[in-house]
């Protein structure tokens, strides 16, 4: 049961710093911000990892382990979370979490064929429901100034990279599954300790490669506490409940328990965002959260 309340948990906590990302990146290109928010991330990871007294089992990790935290991470959090991000500045968090979140279909085939979990008949009527609730929160984005064509390309664009996060996303967690369970068994904190820093060094080398430069003054302090909140609680606290969750429920039921984020997500980001969630945006997250419950 551990399993599962950590993946809900971790939903919670990861529609929660959405809501952060989204707010500072009004401010933050988004590479820096990802960058900044996984070097917050990376530190916190370390620092918690020294207090546990774990960070001699570091230089014992067995090399397969090692690179597939690395690989699945580099899919997962380098390029799947920029994705994300992009889409949600297009279309909305409202919108571009439920669509992100379809990410169990992908999971589901890659642990039924390589993972050896199970699949049920009930896994059809969930992929029925999830693909009618994406199509009814993709549907309900309205042009939000009047260029009604540049706004609609906008949309498509910002539904794409959801749908792309979401490859990223399954992929990624299918990956690192193979490090955590049998016979590799790595533990969830040393795996955390792995992959955060990773992630934090490739993205800082390519904000370095694109030119970018982290400018604080110009981000403003809020800013820059929002993402450093959000590095730390979503891949530091969160990032630990998820690796607990798919070592110990699977990565198939992690993955659906965790998409239930859209739950939280729409009603946080009608309070904190002010943004517009359409009748049309809470039946089609229903019916994803339902589908998604059933492909498990």
Not at 233 to 260: C, D, E, P, R, W
Request: net charge positive.
């Amino acid at each position: 049961m551990i399993g599962e309340i950590s993946a809900v948990g971790t939903a919670l906590i990861w529609a929660s710093t959405n809501i952060m990302v989204r707010s500072a990146s009004n401010r933050i290109g988004i590479l820096s911000l990802n960058a900044l928010r996984m070097t917050a991330g990376a530190v916190f990871i370390l620092g918690t990892l020294f207090v546990l007294g774990k960070a001699g089992q570091l230089g014992a990790v067995p090399i397969m382990a090692a690179i597939y935290m690395i690989v699945g991470v580099t899919v997962g959090m380098v390029v799947g979370d920029t994705l994300y991000f992009r889409s949600m500045i297009s279309v909305g968090v409202s919108r571009a979490s439920p669509i992100s979140n379809i990410y169990p279909l992908f999971t589901l085939p890659i642990a039924l064929f390589f993972l050896d979990e199970k699949l049920q008949w009930l896994n059809a009527v969930g992929v029925i429901l999830v693909v009618i609730g994406v199509g009814l929160v993709a549907r309900s984005s309205a042009p939000r100034d009047g260029a009604v064509i540049r706004v609609e390309r906008f949309r498509f664009e910002g539904i794409l990279l959801a749908i792309a996060a979401a490859i990223c996303w399954a992929l990624s967690t299918s990956i690192q599954k193979l490090a955590l369970a049998p016979p590799l068994n790595l533990d969830a904190a040393v795996a955390n300790a792995i992959r955060i820093p990773v992630a934090a060094l490739i993205l800082l080398f390519l904000v370095s490669r694109q030119g970018e430069r982290w400018r604080m003054r110009s981000y403003g302090w809020r800013s820059v506490l929002l993402t450093v909140l959000a590095g730390v609680f979503s891949l530091g606290v969160g990032g630990f409940f998820y690796l607990l969750a798919v070592q110990n429920a699977g990565a198939a039921k992690t993955a659906a328990l965790s998409s239930i984020a859209p739950i939280f997500a729409a009603p946080l980001s009608t309070i904190f965002l002010k943004e517009k969630v359409t009748p049309f945006v809470w039946l089609g997250t229903a019916l994803s959260v339902a589908g998604i419950w059933l492909i498990v």
